[in-house]
């Protein structure tokens, strides 16, 4: 059975040869067919196109009902600024299909998450090829789409679970596209933030997060050198503020800006490959 994806970029543009690298690994899959939205090479500034094009994109790849699943090409800022008004039209078709990404893909995962539409994935997006063995994190999410397990973060449990980028999360809190997560197990990871703002964003995060079962660290991946060192590690950090806010500490998690990312599906994950 072939399946059949839509790829668009409601952030930053993706390259052409990452792409290109991409299809070839479809191509040799034979079971999977990717379909890129032309609006991922689009450019607009810092954008994949304008708000417009980008928010077009998202809502024909998601309405469109030859396509199974819509996979996100890419991270960089931008999917807040359209999240609100794509969750607004969906249509049926949209809001039964399986959306994949992470990091700045955070913020529409998390609005499907908040309406229980959709089934909202974190896990490796096209762009990942390019880092040092990236083919490895583009064929896990092969397999994920053909309903294998080997790909999943090693630690889900039956518990309901959600994975988001430090930052994004922070910006998400006391929003419109802000899920309720009492009782989940939150993953997050953060990456090119000095270990200062790592304690900052925890300061902000833990004290929208109480009731939660608890908080799992994923990679904290380059750091930038300070004028002086911060003086606790990234899990001290994460201790420090979980503590002050009653929050479980629970070790860490295998998710990160990196081809080692793995795959969280939004929710009780046996519910979600079983769905």
């Not at 417009?52 to 396509?67: E, G």
């Not at 064929?139 to 080997?150: I, K, M, N, P, S």
Request: proline share 4%; charged share 20%.
């Amino acid at each position: 059975m072939t399946i059949n994806v839509a790829i668009c970029a409601p952030g930053k543009r993706l390259e052409r040869d990452l792409a290109d690298r991409v299809l070839d690994m479809a191509a040799a899959e034979g079971d999977i067919n990717l379909t890129f939205h032309p609006q991922c090479f689009a450019r607009h500034g810092h954008f994949a196109g304008d708000d417009a094009t980008r928010l077009d994109a998202l809502v024909a790849c998601a309405n469109d009902p030859a396509f199974d699943a819509v996979w996100f090409a890419h991270g960089g800022y931008g999917t807040n600024r359209i999240a609100g008004a794509a969750l607004a039209q969906l249509s049926e078709v949209g809001r039964s299909k399986t959306f994949i990404g992470y990091s700045d893909a955070g913020y529409f995962l998390a609005g499907l998450y908040r309406h229980g539409v959709g089934r909202p994935v974190h896990g490796p997006m096209v762009a990942d090829i390019r880092h040092s063995g990236g083919e490895a994190a583009i064929a896990r999410v092969f397999d994920f789409l053909r309903g294998g397990t080997a790909g999943l973060e090693a630690g889900l449990d039956e518990r309901p679970t959600v994975a988001f980028n430090l930052m994004t999360l922070a910006m998400l809190v006391g929003t419109d596209l802000m899920p309720g997560l009492a009782g989940h197990v939150v993953l997050v990871e953060e990456v090119s933030e000095h270990l200062y703002a790592v304690d900052r964003l925890f300061f902000h995060v833990t004290q929208h997060l109480r009731g939660i079962a608890g908080i799992r660290l994923g990679r904290i991946s380059d750091v930038p050198e300070n004028d002086r060192p911060f003086g606790a590690s990234e899990e001290d950090i994460a201790r420090y503020w979980c503590a002050k806010s009653d929050i479980p500490y629970l070790n860490f998690a295998d998710i990160g800006h990196d081809a080692g990312n793995k795959i969280v599906p939004f929710g009780r994950y046996n519910q979600v490959l079983t769905a």
